[in-house]
């Protein structure tokens, strides 16, 4: 809701409506819970900047006379807004019939908010942008209600709204939408912040590292480089990591990593496989699930044409070089 920004060591509580701007040490917070749809302004009776709607929070600063001061804070379409260097505001509404506030990206609704609403940005999500500013209210419109932040810190009516994670099994697709296309496929262990909620599904935050150098080569044009020297790869470890590298390989085993194998998740399916003619060569080569079943027809001593990511250099229990599968062909004797 909005006003749950309750921040410890730093909430504004009242003696009462007479003593103004009088603050109270401790911990406890006020929320003003608006009880019909009522106009917020920029000051006492001033200039208008949005409405509240029934039931939306505001967390309580002070108040004069009928009116109080509150915290607006929620999230914001950023189409919707404009930079500005106002004063402490960074942000302006510029959509010209005003824009919508809500508790959360296309989340509930909690007020509407006015063209040329000045505001501060406090984060910005995937097209959203959470926002705030103190704003006063007609005191006769909210209830005002005391918590004990004793009691309350951690939940949801008090403090920094918790994001809610879902935690995916391997394989399971991340779509561009609802019945959209694969984006992704999860790997184990797999945790998504969800951003928002439609039916059964719901929107999620991926957050990831690509391999991406700061040359003027665009990615997807960086070579594959092909039967590079394992010694290389030991004496030169950081100009090879997130390359993607060619080998003639001969398999040996597939095998599934423990706990131990730092380098690996646990319970990734790995490929024992050498450098093609040599004794002691050895390369580990992940395989995500979309491979399982095509190397699950190897045999040992089949040779393979493999692409692969580097992922390590060398693996911390056996020194070996990591790939993580990207093509494999197998080579006819």
């Given at each position: 809701?909005?006003?749950?920004?309750?921040?410890?060591?730093?909430?504004?509580v009242?003696?009462?409506?007479v003593?103004?701007?009088?603050?109270?040490?401790?911990?406890?917070?006020?929320?003003?819970?608006?009880?019909?749809?009522?106009?917020?302004?920029?000051?006492?009776?001033?200039?208008?900047?949005?409405?509240?709607?029934?039931?939306?929070?505001?967390?309580?600063?002070?108040?004069r006379?009928?009116?109080?001061?509150?915290?607006?804070e929620?999230?914001?379409?950023?189409?919707?807004?404009?930079?500005?260097?106002?004063?402490?505001?960074?942000?302006?509404?510029?959509?010209?019939?005003?824009?919508?506030?809500?508790?959360?990206?296309?989340?509930?609704?909690?007020?509407?908010?006015?063209?040329?609403?000045?505001?501060?940005?406090?984060?910005?999500?995937?097209?959203?942008i959470?926002?705030?500013?103190?704003?006063?209210?007609?005191?006769?419109?909210?209830?005002?209600?005391?918590?004990?932040?004793?009691?309350?810190?951690?939940?949801?009516?008090?403090?920094?709204?918790?994001?809610?994670?879902?935690?995916?099994?391997?394989?399971?697709?991340?779509?561009?939408?609802?019945?959209?296309?694969?984006?992704?496929?999860?790997?184990?262990?797999?945790?998504?912040?969800?951003?928002?909620?439609?039916?059964?599904?719901?929107?999620?935050?991926?957050?990831?590292?690509?391999w991406?150098?700061?040359?003027?080569?665009?990615?997807?044009?960086?070579?594959?480089?092909?039967?590079?020297?394992?010694?290389?790869l030991?004496?030169?470890?950081?100009?090879?990591?997130?390359?993607?590298?060619?080998?003639?390989?001969?398999?040996?085993?597939?095998?599934?990593?423990?706990g131990i194998?730092?380098?690996?998740?646990?319970?990734?399916?790995?490929?024992?496989?050498?450098?093609?003619?040599?004794?002691?060569?050895f390369?580990?080569?992940?395989?995500?699930?979309?491979?399982?079943?095509?190397?699950?027809?190897?045999?040992?001593?089949?040779?393979?044409?493999?692409?692969?990511?580097?992922?390590?250099?060398?693996?911390?229990?056996?020194?070996?070089?990591?790939?993580?599968?990207?093509?494999?062909?197998?080579?006819?004797?």
């Amino acid at each position: 809701m909005i006003g749950q920004i309750a921040r410890v060591g730093q909430f504004a509580v009242m003696l009462s409506f007479v003593c103004n701007f009088t603050p109270v040490e401790g911990l406890f917070a006020q929320i003003a819970v608006v009880d019909k749809e009522e106009n917020i302004r920029a000051s006492e009776n001033g200039i208008l900047l949005g409405q509240m709607t029934e039931g939306s929070e505001l967390e309580f600063l002070a108040s004069r006379d009928n009116w109080l001061q509150v915290n607006l804070e929620g999230w914001v379409w950023e189409e919707s807004l404009q930079a500005v260097d106002t004063d402490d505001f960074d942000l302006r509404v510029s959509a010209a019939e005003g824009e919508n506030i809500r508790n959360r990206p296309q989340g509930l609704i909690v007020g509407r908010l006015e063209n040329g609403t000045l505001l501060e940005s406090v984060e910005r999500v995937s097209g959203w942008i959470r926002v705030q500013r103190k704003v006063w209210i007609w005191s006769e419109s909210v209830d005002v209600q005391t918590m004990n932040m004793e009691s309350e810190i951690g939940s949801a009516k008090v403090g920094k709204i918790e994001p809610e994670w879902l935690a995916l099994g391997e394989g399971l697709a991340v779509l561009d939408g609802p019945n959209g296309d694969t984006l992704v496929r999860a790997q184990q262990p797999s945790t998504f912040e969800v951003l928002a909620r439609q039916g059964n599904w719901a929107q999620v935050s991926i957050k990831g590292w690509l391999w991406a150098p700061e040359t003027s080569e665009d990615l997807e044009r960086l070579p594959v480089l092909v039967d590079v020297n394992i010694d290389d790869l030991s004496d030169r470890p950081h100009e090879f990591e997130g390359r993607f590298l060619q080998w003639d390989l001969q398999f040996v085993t597939i095998e599934k990593a423990d706990g131990i194998r730092s380098d690996f998740y646990e319970n990734e399916n790995f490929l024992v496989t050498r450098l093609a003619n040599t004794e002691d060569n050895f390369i580990y080569v992940t395989v995500g699930s979309e491979f399982f079943e095509e190397v699950s027809f190897l045999n040992p001593m089949d040779e393979v044409r493999v692409v692969g990511r580097l992922r390590t250099a060398s693996e911390k229990l056996t020194n070996a070089p990591i790939l993580e599968l990207m093509s494999l062909e197998r080579k006819i004797p």
